[in-house]
């Protein structure tokens, strides 16, 4: 039978002394509390069976799919607490029993097959997973799309087709596959390993001919979850932040009280400088004491450390607030992609803000970098890569630069030219930067680093606090094509805080000088009404979402029909054929919102709209507001742009959007507006 938590601590405390004993007991009697809340969840009975009691030789990876449907049947009020006890419950199994698979299966559990910096992306698409349900299962591809369209997702598509097989194509696929045949969780995660490597004329055939073999020896729930990682939502509504929390509960268990601390932040905090889960997990099986994870898991260049990000303001005087009596600094924002660039040992490496690797796409960086800086002992700066018009020495808009080949870019037919924008430095000769102050960092790079126009430039900056210098400063960052500005605290908490958006950097962008609200936001399309009069034929607005990190829901804010190009609405339209589905996902929150359509979340715009207010019909931020189900929505919003860079699940997050809902200067409780008051 399998253990209760409370168990594996009875079954080790032989020769400990009392006072850890006492220390022992209060832990087990806190989990024992625990495990009540579990037990009273309203799990259906026959979901709240024992997880599978055999793993011995390996974790089965039914046991990971049970575990999935459990979490995914759990709503309510705890739900969040609720779900994180139980995964913590199969994850310290796997610690004790299995510990060599365990960073598998918690890297598929948050849909991932290594670090982010690292390209493991599996570049399998509809086409590929159809053909492999229609081959397993026996139906066409145009019947599994038909399936995939009532059921709305091809998850559910291959768990209803392999559980109603007919008894033709299950004698077929016995004499394929051993009937018995137990998936294991390593068995999947190398079968997915396996399937990322394929490339080059074939590939395609290969990773068909792979899925297949998998989802032919899966079990009906099995297939589904495997078929979701590769589409990247397991629809549990546990995303990696609940996952995180379990794990840090999990070796909170697992250690057994012995090693105290706030798990959750010494996790999130190592996770900010060193974004590697396996380093991370080898780290906490290791230690005595929490205190060792930062000393091991720390920046180091060649591993992205997760960039900080400012506060969004709407004016100068807002800053001056912030910022009494401090020293402060203000630099240009440029308009082009962030850079953190990585050297060590002749390596350079350079990643985006979402610490994807960017180094293939410009290798007139790294040779820039190999000939003047060879002689320093590694070093990671962060800056902005900005288009560049050499011949007339001016910074080009953000849409040059993303015209810019991604992959196999030949350095000698490079038509984008770049210019490095570099405003600080995060590790430098085998020393890490992260805690000096802002005025230290900035005076160290400005002494190894020099510049060179249209290749290197120190970030534009102005140390002032004259309002008068400040707003001019402000409209000469936008005459020569920049956004607005960034003001940085430059000594008192003045540290650089990788991946927050901290008070401590604040933006302030041209858009304010509209009178609207000063920052944007970056948004999800979710769905659509079909235009009239002139725009017959495309769409006339779209349903936009932000989303929720904590419930992995997306939440609607507006509609929007306004900034759209003729060129766009097109491109738009089509662009979208593509990513139909029949029904709002089960992860859209958007009762009582009428679309004509409805798509998957692909893709992310940046809106800038002229103000928030509660709403009756949005469901953004509803959590949070409390309000008989009111959420915030956004009005008169307008397209700024595509934004490239980043992931649906980057989208602004709803607490962000009541963080600035909040910082408004006029918010009337009894703010309300209608249905159609919100675009156009
Ligand atoms: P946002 O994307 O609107 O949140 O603005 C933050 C981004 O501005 C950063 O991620 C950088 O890519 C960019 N940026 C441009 N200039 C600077 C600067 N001087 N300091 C910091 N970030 C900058």
Redesign the pocket.
């Given at each position: 039978m399998q253990k209760n938590i409370a168990s594996y601590f009875k079954s080790s405390k032989k020769g400990e002394d009392s006072n850890d004993q006492i220390k022992e007991q209060q832990f087990i009697e806190e989990n024992l509390k625990k495990e009540k809340l579990i037990a009273e969840l309203k799990v259906p009975s026959s979901k709240s069976k024992q997880l599978n009691p055999e793993v011995k030789g390996a974790v089965l990876f039914m046991d990971m799919a049970e575990l999935y449907e459990q979490v995914g049947e759990i709503k309510g009020q705890n739900s969040k607490d609720a779900i994180k006890e139980l995964v913590a419950k199969l994850f310290i199994r796997i610690m004790k029993e299995n510990r060599e698979e365990f960073v598998p299966a918690y890297l598929f559990s948050i849909l991932k097959l290594g670090p982010d910096y690292e390209s493991w992306e599996l570049g399998i698409g509809q086409g590929i997973i159809v053909k492999s349900i229609s081959a397993v299962s026996g139906k066409s591809e145009k019947q599994v799309r038909e399936l995939m369209n009532t059921l709305g997702d091809l998850g559910l598509a291959i768990e209803k087709s392999k559980s109603t097989q007919t008894s033709l194509n299950k004698f077929f696929v016995s004499q394929t596959v051993k009937e018995e045949v137990k998936l294991t969780m390593i068995q999947v995660f190398n079968t997915l390993q396996q399937l990322q490597k394929q490339e080059g004329t074939g590939s395609s055939l290969e990773k068909e001919r792979i899925l297949t073999n998998l989802l032919r020896m899966a079990k009906p729930i099995e297939a589904k979850y495997i078929i979701r990682f590769i589409e990247k939502n397991l629809k549990i509504g546990a995303a990696e932040k609940t996952m995180q929390a379990a794990l840090a509960r999990a070796f909170q268990l697992y250690h057994k009280g012995n090693v105290e601390g706030d798990y959750e932040s010494i996790i999130n905090q190592a996770l900010c400088e060193c974004p590697n889960y396996k380093k991370i997990i080898d780290t906490l099986f290791s230690i005595q004491s929490l205190k060792e994870v930062p000393e091991i898991c720390h920046i180091i260049p060649g591993v992205p450390c997760k960039?900080m990000?400012?506060k969004p303001m709407k004016s100068i005087q807002m800053i001056f607030q912030r910022f009494e009596n401090m020293k402060f600094t203000c630099?240009?924002?440029?308009d082009g992609?962030?850079g953190q660039i990585h050297f060590e040992n002749g390596q350079v490496s350079i990643f985006s803000?979402n610490l994807e690797n960017m180094t293939q796409t410009y290798p007139d960086i790294v040779t820039y970098i190999h000939t003047h800086y060879q002689h320093l002992d590694g070093f990671i700066i962060d800056s902005?890569i900005v288009a560049y018009d050499v011949a007339n020495n001016r910074i080009l808009p953000f849409q040059t630069l993303t015209s810019r080949a991604k992959k196999n870019v030949d350095q000698n037919q490079i038509e984008v030219q770049v210019c490095l924008?570099i405003?600080d430095l995060l590790y430098l000769n085998r020393q890490s930067f992260l805690k000096e102050t802002l005025e230290k960092r900035r005076s160290t790079l400005r002494d190894t680093f020099k510049e060179e126009e249209g290749k290197l430039k120190f970030?534009t900056s102005r140390d002032s606090e004259n309002f008068e210098e400040i707003e001019e400063f402000l409209l000469n960052s936008i005459k020569m094509g920049c956004e607005g500005l960034?003001i940085k605290t430059l000594e008192v908490n003045s540290q650089y805080e990788p991946a927050k958006r901290s008070f401590n950097?604040l933006?302030l962008?041209k858009d304010y000088l509209d009178n609207g609200l000063s920052?944007?936001f970056d948004l999800v399309p979710i769905g659509a009404c079909y235009g009239t009069g002139k725009r017959k034929g495309f769409y006339g607005s779209y349903l936009l979402a932000c989303y929720n990190e904590d419930m992995d829901q997306y939440e609607t804010t507006c509609k929007i029909g306004t900034g759209f190009s003729d060129e766009n609405l097109e491109k738009f339209f089509q662009f979208f054929q593509e990513y139909l589905i029949p029904h709002p996902l089960s992860e859209y929150k958007c009762d009582g919102v009428n679309m004509d359509v409805w798509f998957s979340p692909v893709v992310v715009w940046e809106i800038k709209s002229a103000d928030i207010q509660i709403s009756p019909i949005y469901s953004a931020c509803s959590t949070i507001l409390q309000l008989n189900n009111k959420g915030v929505g956004l009005r008169f919003p307008r397209l700024i742009k595509v934004r490239e860079d980043k992931k649906p699940n980057e989208a602004t997050s709803s607490q962000f959007l009541y963080d600035v809902y909040k910082q408004q200067a006029v918010v009337a409780s009894n703010n309300t507006f209608e249905q159609d008051d919100d675009f156009y």
């Open positions: 960039p990000l400012a630099e240009y924002k440029y992609l962030r803000r902005e924008y405003f970030a960034m950097w933006k962008k920052d944007t």
